[in-house]
């Protein structure tokens, strides 16, 4: 389950109703799905898209998106930090970033306008929408493995517009997990 930090006020949310709440107040839609589908490890991207046809398809209807698919990053990916330094700095685009966590775990910082950032820590079935225009950052855990269905509301996919704001540079991409909260079983 997705765990929200506010690192300026070293404040922490890790029940699905806090997180869900706090989000929704940034516009940033959360869901936490089951794993509905035995998807086995190493399964190709059109096995993904397959076993998760009806939540794609639902997802399009409302977002309005057009294709989608798997990305597939592990620390033997070639070119990773060329590739994660893409991500990794504060930027927006035109389009909604929406996420559904297959395997791994990664890292967004949202950067609201108004407000404090935020950090969310995303796992294995999670779902997230980052709205366009937000300004945010992505990095992997410590495992540096993400696998994940990523939907597009245009085709060519989606474009940074990096903000050249420097925030990005006052957090640390840390990953919370299971060695943080001993008494949640969830997390794992």
Known sequence: MATLRIPDENKTLSEFAEVHAHLATMGIDYERWKPAHEVPAGAS???????????????????GYVTADVIDVSSQTPGLDAMLNRFNSEHWHDEDE?????????IFHVHP???????????????????????????????????????????????????????????????????YFPNRADLG
């Open 113 to 179: 306008r108004e407000g404090k950032v935020v950090s969310i820590t995303v796992e294995a079935g999670d779902l997230l929408r980052v709205p366009r225009g937000t300004w945010h950052w992505f990095d992997l855990c410590e495992e540096r493995r993400i696998r994940a269905i990523r939907l597009f509301q245009d085709a060519s996919g989606w474009t940074p517009h990096y903000t050249e704001s420097g925030v990005d540079r006052g957090y640390e991409p840390v990953c919370f997990g299971p060695q």
């Open 98 to 106: 929406v996420r559904f966590i297959i395997e791994g775990r990664g």
């Open 45 to 63: 991207a059109a096995e993904i898209l397959a076993a998760y046809a009806p939540e794609i398809d639902r997802l399009k209807a409302q977002g």
